[in-house]
């Protein structure tokens, strides 16, 4: 068995919903600017859940839905720019959580592309290591990250994970994939980490631990990456959008989507969205948007499907994906 395909999918978001109409008591916005803007209505808020309780919860769905033990698991990698902790990974707290006492763990940094690198990594894994069996998680808890008080940026996120379980097979599952940085622009999002302090230092950086985005550089960023993205892995499989069931983009902004759909002369219908329900949940709104699709019994066994993700780094990459199951 020499390919890899996606053998389950889970999804985790907590119960706690936050409407814009909620949003506009604690900061000066409406449900119409935030609508008009991004396409979100509500997002899910943790009360406490962190990273990986959620990972660990969309874990063990996609593990029920391939029917495959928690000790079956070779390799668990985790998508995160929101982890428990700097160490241990989240991928090795949720390994403790379901028991997956016979994998490798640890964890990705791409942002909301995670779940693409993530895909790409454990395939290559998978590949050269003999792993069978791997989970790959995007999780974020982005409510603990965002400042609250600035409208510009606290509107847009939300709470949640989704996870695949892959396993190898004699069919074609990831087909084709690509992932790319351009770290020149890592100032666009930030989320920064602990000060530079210590008896030894002269001159102290103060750093933020919240998030602080350029929105206008990321939006120009994001709508020529997502349409190059889609062409290239069409390009380098001969493959035209006619031959594709769905698109699955990362959900940061309805007017991502439109553009791109504008652009590559396809109906927006062919786009999966839920930004309205979830807001941006980073590296976990793909494999929700999957698992999603998959209990709607929207994609069937021998679709098409085009993973589309960016983020900070500035990071994007895009997967073709056979639908196996
Ligand atoms: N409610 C009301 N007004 C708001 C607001 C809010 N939540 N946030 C910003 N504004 C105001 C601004 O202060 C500004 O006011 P001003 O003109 O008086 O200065 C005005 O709205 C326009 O701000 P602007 O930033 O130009 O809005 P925009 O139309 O560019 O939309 C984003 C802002 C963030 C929605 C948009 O840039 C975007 O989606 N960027 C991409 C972000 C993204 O996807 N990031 C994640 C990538 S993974």
């Known amino acids: 068995?020499?390919?890899?395909?996606?053998?389950?999918?889970?999804k985790y978001a907590p119960s706690k919903i936050i409407t814009n109409d909620q949003l506009s008591e604690i900061i000066e916005t409406s449900d119409e600017w935030i609508y008009s803007r991004t396409g979100i209505k509500q997002r899910h808020v943790s009360i406490g859940e962190d990273t990986s309780y959620m990972a660990s919860e969309a874990a063990k769905m996609a593990l029920e839905n391939a029917n495959i033990r928690s000790i079956d698991i070779d390799l668990i990698v985790v998508a995160t720019c929101t982890p428990d902790m700097y160490t241990p990974s989240t991928a090795c707290i949720?390994?403790?959580?379901?028991?997956?006492?016979?994998?490798?763990?640890?964890?990705?940094?791409?942002?909301?592309?995670?779940?693409?690198y993530g895909l790409d990594v454990a395939k290559s894994l998978m590949k050269s290591n003999g792993y069978n069996n791997a989970l790959v998680i995007g999780a974020e808890n982005l409510s603990k990250s965002v400042d609250w008080e600035d409208r510009s940026t606290c509107v847009l996120f939300g709470d949640g994970?989704?996870?695949?379980?892959?396993?190898?097979?004699?069919?074609?599952?990831?087909?084709?994939?690509?992932?790319?940085?351009?770290?020149?622009?890592?100032?666009?999002?930030?989320?920064?980490?602990?000060?530079?302090?210590?008896?030894f230092v002269e001159n102290k950086v103060i750093k933020s631990s919240k998030l602080k985005m350029n929105g206008n550089e990321v939006f120009k960023f994001a709508t020529s990456t997502i349409v190059n993205s889609i062409n290239k892995v069409l390009n380098e499989n001969n493959l035209n959008l006619d031959d594709i069931d769905y698109i699955i983009p990362h959900?940061?902004?309805?007017r991502i989507i439109d553009y791109?759909?504008?652009?590559?002369?396809?109906?927006?219908?062919?786009?999966?969205?839920?930004?309205?329900?979830?807001?941006?949940?980073?590296?976990?709104?793909?494999?929700?948007?999957?698992?999603?699709?998959?209990?709607?019994?929207?994609?069937?066994?021998?679709?098409?499907?085009?993973?589309?993700?960016?983020?900070?780094?500035?990071?994007?990459?895009?997967?073709?994906?056979?639908?196996?199951?």
């Open 1 to 10: 068995m020499k390919e890899v395909i996606i053998g389950g999918v889970g």
């Open 94 to 116: 949720v390994q403790s959580i379901i028991g997956a006492n016979n994998s490798v763990a640890f964890d990705i940094s791409a942002a909301c592309s995670g779940f693409i």
């Open 161 to 199: 994970a989704g996870a695949v379980v892959l396993s190898k097979s004699d069919n074609v599952g990831l087909i084709s994939s690509f992932c790319k940085s351009e770290g020149e622009k890592y100032k666009c999002i930030t989320i920064e980490g602990n000060d530079v302090d210590s008896p």
């Open 251 to 254: 959900q940061a902004n309805v």
């Open 260 to 325: 791109a759909a504008k652009k590559l002369k396809v109906s927006v219908d062919k786009f999966y969205m839920n930004i309205e329900e979830y807001g941006n949940t980073s590296a976990a709104s793909i494999p929700i948007a999957l698992s999603e699709m998959w209990k709607k019994k929207l994609i069937k066994k021998g679709n098409k499907i085009i993973l589309v993700g960016f983020g900070a780094g500035l990071t994007y990459g895009a997967t073709l994906i056979n639908w196996a199951i």
